[in-house]
Nanobody, 124 residues
Framework: QVQLQESGPDLVKPSQTLSLTCTVSGGSITISNYYWTWLRQPPGKGVEWMGTIASDGNTYYNPSLKNHTSISRDTSKNQFSLQLSSVTPEDTAVYYC????????????????WGQGTQVTVSS
């Protein structure tokens, strides 16, 4: 059973950088063959794709977030991370990590395995 677990702060002040880590464990899949993705769901809104590291290491970002989003991975630890800089209250959301082999990387429905999500609030 593949499991993903997000970790990081639940409260971040405006203008600071939000850093989250996702740890992938369990299962018999070759995790490095998968696409590793961060998504989020603001209050009252749908799930938003933030960015992806593909199996070949290339990164892809939502154009609306590209200027302040960075995703990296450590395949030796089965971990990948999100950094979101210069956060504002509009970045308050439940943040999810997910992995899959999507035909459309920006489509949340294409991801097979998800973390439970972590609530992050941006407030002073």
């Amino acid at each position: 059973q593949v499991q993903l677990q997000e970790s990081g702060p639940d409260l971040v002040k405006p203008s600071q950088t939000l850093s989250l880590t996702c740890t992938v464990s369990g299962g018999s899949i070759t995790i490095s063959n998968y696409y590793w993705t961060w998504l989020r769901q603001p209050p009252g809104k749908g799930v938003e794709w933030m960015g992806t590291i593909a199996s070949d290491g290339n990164t892809y970002y939502n154009p609306s977030l590209k200027n302040h989003t960075s995703i990296s991975r450590d395949t030796s630890k089965n971990q990948f991370s999100l950094q979101l800089s210069s956060v504002t209250p509009e970045d308050t959301a439940v943040y999810y990590c997910a992995i899959g082999v999507p035909s459309q990387i920006e489509n949340p429905a294409e991801y097979d395995y998800w973390g439970q999500g972590t609530q992050v609030t941006v407030s002073s």
